[in-house]
């Protein structure tokens, strides 16, 4: 790079010869300050982001597994937040 790109900027996956990327991704708008995603991968992920509805990617405490994605939002605005689930 010619300059150092902005944080967030770029998003880099390494995987090893013969692995292979599933991603889902889901747009959702929260009732409550914890949500269950469903995104049966069926193995964990090796990444989640979620993105507020002004498109900026915010942190989250969550608690996953195979199958799911539990968030657990300390405060949540009104509208749809977006969901990324790497594996």
């Avoid at 150092?4 to 995987?15: D, H, S, T």
């Avoid at 995603?37 to 509805?53: E, K, Q, T």
């Avoid at 969550?62 to 405060?75: Q, S």
């Amino acid at each position: 790079f010619a300059e150092a790109p902005a944080v967030g900027q770029y998003r880099i996956l390494v995987f090893r010869p013969g692995d292979s990327a599933r991603i889902y991704t889901r747009t959702f708008a929260p009732t409550s300050n914890e949500v269950v995603i469903n995104h049966n991968l069926g193995r964990l992920p090796s990444g989640i982001s979620l993105y507020a509805p002004d498109g900026t990617r915010v942190g989250v405490r969550m608690t996953v597994d195979t199958m799911t994605a539990t968030l657990h939002l300390a405060g949540y605005e009104a509208g749809n937040y977006t969901i990324q689930v790497i594996a």
